[in-house]
């Protein structure tokens, strides 16, 4: 047994590990391994930009030794220094210990192969959006594109912004647009402006603080994109530890879940261009969106992970 557990003052289970003896674990792999082990053992919950404790023990090895997720591969039989050795150990240990996302701990996560900085003021990002606007919004001319020309669309706004991530991945799907970004949470647009400015976007994205469309006037967008709290009152109750860690404000959306879709859906149309169209992310609730918009003909998107959380809706449809 590699960890036996401890009662703390407070009556939690503190995990102790087991010492790792020098030499034991030598190369990246033995690494991951022993983190794959020790995250499978603590029950860990994975839904942070990785999905299984593989992808989560690469992401920290590579992360503590700076490797571009890319590089991986190629240096995965490598030796660590023991230095490293002592850094990947706190990592995979913290990631037990505390049960925060992995991203957290090392602040940053990866979106569609970009890098963001996150901490604990945005939850860690991995909207389903982010696929959408390569599979539908792509400038190949692909079938199922939504928006015939990505580089005619000159206003985006991405509503409950967090990191920045949609904004920034917008401003970079629709190389004309200006993107304006909204959220409510002051700690929340801190971090969105450092990416913002990570990708030197200062002067495409602006950021705004404010209740949804209240901070933008009459302004009108071609494109609003959104992934808006959406967890009803029996997920929140069930999160895991991980989710936990985020902000509370990212996910409750109410007792259904749906009391800032509702908002979004029926203040949209007076932001939204004449052939313009909005995206948006409502997790598991599609049944309940359907049956209370009935009138409106949501195409529902699938992307590589999820079936029907995310809908399109043309600015003609909405009224
Ligand atoms: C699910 S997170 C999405 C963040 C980011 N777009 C992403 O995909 O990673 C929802 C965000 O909405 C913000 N938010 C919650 N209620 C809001 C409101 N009424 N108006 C504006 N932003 C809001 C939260 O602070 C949080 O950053």
Redesign the pocket.
């Known amino acids: 047994m590699a960890r036996v557990a401890k009662k703390t003052a407070r009556g939690r289970i503190a995990p102790k590990f087991a010492k790792v003896g020098s030499g034991e674990l030598v190369t990246l792999f033995d690494f991951v391994r022993y983190a794959v082990s020790r995250f499978v053992e603590a029950e860990l919950a994975f839904a942070h930009g990785t999905t299984d404790p593989v992808a989560e023990a690469a992401f920290l090895v590579g992360e503590a030794l700076h490797l571009d997720p890319e590089q991986f591969e190629a240096f995965a039989p490598a030796r660590v220094t023991a230095a490293e050795r002592k850094t990947i150990l706190d990592l995979i240990h913290r990631r037990i210990t505390t049960r925060k996302p992995a991203a957290y701990l090392v602040n940053k996560t990866y ?1 569609r192969g970009l890098p963001f900085y996150v901490d604990e003021r ?6 389903f ?2 696929e959408l606007l390569d599979s539908h919004f792509g400038s190949d001319g692909e079938a199922g594109a939504l928006i015939d020309d990505p580089t005619e669309v000159g206003r985006v706004l ?10 920034i991945l917008a401003a970079h799907h629709f190389p004309n647009a200006m993107v304006d970004a ?4 002051k700690g ?1 647009l801190e971090v969105a402006a450092r990416n913002v400015g990570e990708y030197g976007l200062e002067e495409r994205i602006s950021l705004y603080r ?3 469309f ?1 901070p933008l006037g009459d302004n009108r967008y071609d494109l609003i994109i ?5 967890v009803d009152a029996e997920g929140m109750a069930a999160l895991p530890p991980e989710c936990r860690a985020e ?1 509370k ?4 959306g109410g007792a259904d879940g749906l009391n ?1 879709v509702r ?1 979004i859906l029926r203040e949209a149309p007076d932001h939204l261009t004449r052939d313009g169209g909005l995206i948006c ?1 409502i997790g598991r609730g599609r049944e309940l969106v359907d049956e209370a918009f009935p009138e409106l003909p949501l195409l529902w998107l699938d992307t590589e992970d999820s079936e029907g959380e995310v809908f399109w809706i043309a600015a003609a449809d909405l009224g």
Request: glycine letters at 10%; a negative charge; one cysteine or more.
């Open positions: 979106m945005v939850i860690v990002p991995r909207s959006i982010g991405d509503l409950c912004t967090g990191s920045g991530c949609l904004a909204v959220d409510i949470s929340a404010g209740d949804l209240a959104t992934n808006p709290p959406y902000p404000l990212a996910f409750d800032v908002r992310e």
